[in-house]
């Protein structure tokens, strides 16, 4: 319905004005310089993962783009690991197990896929993927130190800064009513998500970036409920994984 910036601008817009009050409520944040750098990371992380990966679905197909983007989650929890995180064998264990069963219920076979597949969106998806995984990781940590609703902020003020503001003074920001009542879901939700990852985080980096990356196997089941969208073996054969994976953490970290 709408370009990619726009749509950012939008959900960005949309999350501000959601966030804006749990700001007023969380109070001072007492930010550091450290704070500042990861409010910076996640910030731009995470506004520069959502417009290449809305740029690499508008051109690719989504089966191949869709779970490339998935391995944020594994992205931040290599990076938390490199950073000096503690974590266990069989945490990593769990770990890659699920991280390889979001992948693959995230893949959809469609004949089309590779004859519509270009190294350009496939590339964009990586650069999206990573992206995230910073913003993620970032994300963890200032979660530790400061209100969640100030963890939520940077990608909503980066967001209306850098593309929001650009693209009025342009005259460039679209919107159709068809869109509203999707934009609306999509910034609420954004910022429910972090928030809930953000809490997460505080005990485990590692593992709440993992699962938050389960969106594409939930987004698979959503799908067959809602709209009768069939589960293909692979997909049925991820989710399966999926879940053994996130029993096998709960026991672990208990």
Known sequence: MLDPASVLAWVATIGMVVTVPLLVIAGDPHLGTREIELLLVSGAGNVGGLLLSYTALRDGPVGLVGPIVSAEGALAAVIAIVAGDPVTAGTLVALAVVATGVILAGVVRDESSAEAASLGPLLLACAAALSFGASLYATGHLGRTVPV??????????????????????????????????????????????????????????????????????????????????????????????????????????
């Open 149 to 254: 609703a100030w963890a939520v902020l940077p990608p909503r003020l980066v967001g209306v800064l850098v593309i929001a503001i650009p693209l009025v003074a342009m005259r460039r920001l679209r919107l159709t009513r068809p869109a509203v009542p999707l934009l609306v879901a999509s910034g609420c939700a954004e910022v429910l998500g972090f928030a809930s990852y953000t809490a997460g985080a505080r005990r485990d980096v590692a593992v709440a970036a993992v699962l938050a990356s389960l969106f594409g196997a939930i987004a698979a089941v959503v799908a067959r409920i809602l709209f009768d969208e069939r589960l293909t073996r692979q997909q049925v054969t991820g989710v399966s994984i999926v879940l053994a994976g996130v029993v096998t953490l709960g026991v672990l970290r208990a």
